[in-house]
Every structure is written in C-alpha cells, then in structure tokens.
C-alpha cells in the first residue's frame, strides 16, 4: 500500500468554497476561512493511498473531502479499522512519549481524498478564535464519543453482536432515515467490516446472513437497511444478541 508523503501537496486556499460546509468553519464567512487556510498544505490520496499523520510536521490535520479508514496493525498480524472520517473529521498528530510504543495509526483512503495539514503554530491562532476554538472543541469532543462507542462494541464477545452495533454506529453517522430504517450507502465489503468488529470475513458473512434472516438489517446491491419493526411486525431476536 503506498504512502502518501507530505511531498504532494498543493496550496489550500486555491478552492475554498466547499470549505464554507465543514462543521469546523461554521459561523465564518467566506474571507474568514480564506484566512484560516491560507497558506496550508494538502496531501491528495487516491483510493487505497495510505496517510501516516505521524510523518508529517503538522499537529493535526483536517480531512477536507472524501473518506478514509482509521486503524492500525494488530499484535495477530491484522488491520483493525476502529473508525471511518470523512470530510470535516479532525486527525491529532500523536505526541505523547507512550505514542513511540503503541501500534501506528493507519489512514486509509476509501475515495478519492484531500487533507489539510495544521501546523502548531496555526492550531494555535486557531484556537485564539471563538467561533474556531469551539468548533474544534465540539468536533473533538464527538470524536472521542465515538471511539470510546468503538471500544465498547469491540468488547462484545460475539461476532454477530459486535456487527449489529457497528452496523448501527454507522448508520447514526452515515445513514439516511427511510420509513423502514436507516439506509447506509457505504459500500463496505465484509473484510472491511471484519476489520471493524475484529473478526475474520467469513464470519462476518455468516453474521450478515443471520442478522439478515431475524429481520435486523436487509443487504441489497451494496447498501445495508438497519430495519425498524413495524407495529404488526415485531422483531425476531438474534442468536447473536
């Protein structure tokens, strides 16, 4: 898998427009985020192209479009995905002196991706605005919800348990209400999912099948419907719940 260094950049502000949507520079006006990003950098990632934040100068860093796998190598020699950011996710550069001894962190493009690199000095005028300084508060705040969401699923001894719930963490963030359910258009392949849940894809497929036959989720042409029972048709309970 190839790496993407900090040698393929291109300035940030060339396009700011699209900027105006991220949750980060809500509440600022098109001349106050030109401001914001002048002059950042920004790595460009083609699908599968891997990011290593901890290779760069930055202290954190900023996913302005696409979306790209957050995990790292386990000790049985397997990718563990622990969560998906997409656009206006925050990534912090890690610096504590434990970061030299925990496994790495690996960013993986899902799509076609781009991502700001925050140097210190400029988090640091960041966090000198208000309106900035909350939204990085809030972001990361989220952010932390849900890892320690992740962490809780990834102690749920069955297989099929732990895919429900990532199924549903997904679909809270992802998802698009529909009368039946929650629809998620993610398109992951059950090895993805089995990085999420920490399993191997051939159990996943089964859980997907049974999930699927007790009327907890309907698969269909690379979308997921996480099903909500109507009133006369109450939900079978899962083997694995």
């Known amino acids: 898998m190839r790496t993407m ?3 393929a950049v291109q300035s940030a502000s060339d396009q700011r427009s699209d900027l105006l949507r991220l949750e980060l ?6 001349d106050e985020v030109g401001c914001a990003v002048s002059g950042l950098q920004a790595v460009a990632l083609e ?11 930055a202290s954190c860093c900023v996913v302005r479009s696409g979306r790209l796998a957050l995990g790292f190598d386990s000790a049985e020699d397997r990718q563990r995905t622990i969560g998906l950011l997409e656009e206006g996710d925050l990534l912090v550069r890690p610096t504590a002196p434990w970061a030299a001894v925990v496994p790495r962190l690996r960013c993986v493009a ?9 140097e210190r000095q400029r988090l640091d005028e960041w966090m000198d605005t208000p309106v900035l300084a909350g939204n990085l508060v809030r972001l990361l705040s989220a952010q932390v919800a849900e890892r320690e969401l992740a962490v809780a699923i990834a102690l749920e001894p069955r297989v099929e348990r732990r895919l429900l719930l990532k199924l549903q963490q997904l ?6 209400v529909t009368p039946r359910g929650v629809r998620l258009d993610l398109r992951l392949t059950h090895q993805e999912l089995a990085d999420m849940v920490g ?3 051939e159990s996943v497929t089964i859980a997907l099948g049974n999930l699927s036959r007790s009327g907890h989720i309907s ?11 109507g009133p006369d048709e109450p ?6 719940a």
């Open 25 to 30: 520079f809500a509440g600022l006006d098109d």
């Open 235 to 240: 939900r079978r309970s899962s083997s694995g």
């Open 171 to 176: 679909g809270e963030r992802f998802g698009r």
């Open 47 to 57: 699908p599968g192209g891997e990011f290593d934040v901890a290779a760069t100068s």
């Open 5 to 7: 260094a900090p040698s």
């Open 219 to 229: 698969v269909r042409k690379g979308s997921i419907l996480i099903r909500r029972p």
């Open 199 to 201: 399993a191997v894809r």
């Open 110 to 118: 899902i799509e076609a991706s781009c991502v700001l690199l925050v």
